[in-house]
């Protein structure tokens, strides 16, 4: 089974630029992370989806951030403009859906963004 | 609010030395508690998860952990460390109940094993 995807792997853009992330989740999983680490800082929530619908968008640390998940199945982040301090590597984690204890979340490998 | 304090950024311990990686978090109840590791160019990985019953938890690789409540702690540990076991892991926890299934982790902790 394949697990979370993310694309691209790097993206390397200047500042007042547009880039787009994309997720792909692992099939089934209703609930859709998004989370960021800042160089030398903690990996930090952004939003959770669950199916196409947001949940919890406490993290998102401005208005030039706009999450979707259309049709509940991959997701993309869009940053625009982006600013300097948007550089960081951000993460995608996928879980099931349903009433459990909790559901393990599993990560991608991440798209490390650079903003020059 | 909930915070997670990792204690060292780096840690270097002897190949077949104990490794021990310090957590301790900071929560008005007592939340799920969760050890991840991301090896290079790697997602994160669940190496093990704190969520009710025995506080002594055994991971994967021979991790385990052991939830003091009384210390608010949630440290790793592995008696013999192995070259495979470079990585960097991560605690954190998240709030027991339904509603938001955010993560909160802590700034990381980098293994080095010395040959």
């Known amino acids: 089974e394949a697990g979370v995807t993310q694309f691209p792997s790097h993206s390397v853009i200047e500042k007042g630029q547009t880039v787009t992330l994309r997720c792909d989740p692992i099939?089934?999983?209703?609930?859709l992370y998004w989370y960021r680490r800042v160089m030398g800082k903690e990996i930090k929530f952004l939003l959770h989806?669950?199916?196409?619908?947001?949940?919890?968008e406490s993290g998102m640390p401005n208005n030039r951030f706009l999450a979707e998940r259309t049709g509940g199945t991959y997701s993309t982040l869009k940053v625009q403009p982006a600013e300097l301090e948007d550089s960081g590597v951000y993460f995608c984690?996928?879980?099931?859906?349903?009433?459990?204890?909790?559901?393990?979340?599993?990560f991608g490998p991440g798209t490390r963004l650079t903003v020059l | 609010a909930q915070s997670v304090t990792q204690l060292g950024s780096h840690v270097s311990v002897s190949e077949g030395a104990l490794v021990l990686l310090r957590c301790n978090y900071s929560?008005?109840?007592?939340?799920?508690l969760f050890w991840y590791v991301q090896y290079p160019n790697q997602g994160l990985q669940l190496l093990l998860k704190?969520?009710?019953?025995?506080?002594l938890v055994k991971g994967i690789n021979g991790f385990e952990a052991e939830f003091k409540k009384s210390e608010t702690s949630f440290h790793l540990t592995k008696p013999s460390a192995h070259m495979s076991d470079a990585a960097e892991y991560f605690c954190?926890?998240?709030?027991?109940?339904?509603?938001?299934?955010?993560?909160?982790f802590g700034k990381g902790t980098k293994l080095s094993v010395i040959p």
């Open positions: 984690a996928s879980s099931q859906g349903g009433s459990g204890m909790y559901n393990e979340q599993f």
């Open positions: 099939s089934g999983h209703d609930n």
């Open positions: 989806f669950v199916k196409e619908s947001k949940q919890d």
């Open positions: 929560s008005s109840v007592p939340p799920y």
């Open positions: 704190y969520t009710t019953g025995a506080t």
């Open positions: 954190a926890v998240r709030r027991i109940g339904a509603g938001s299934y955010q993560l909160t």
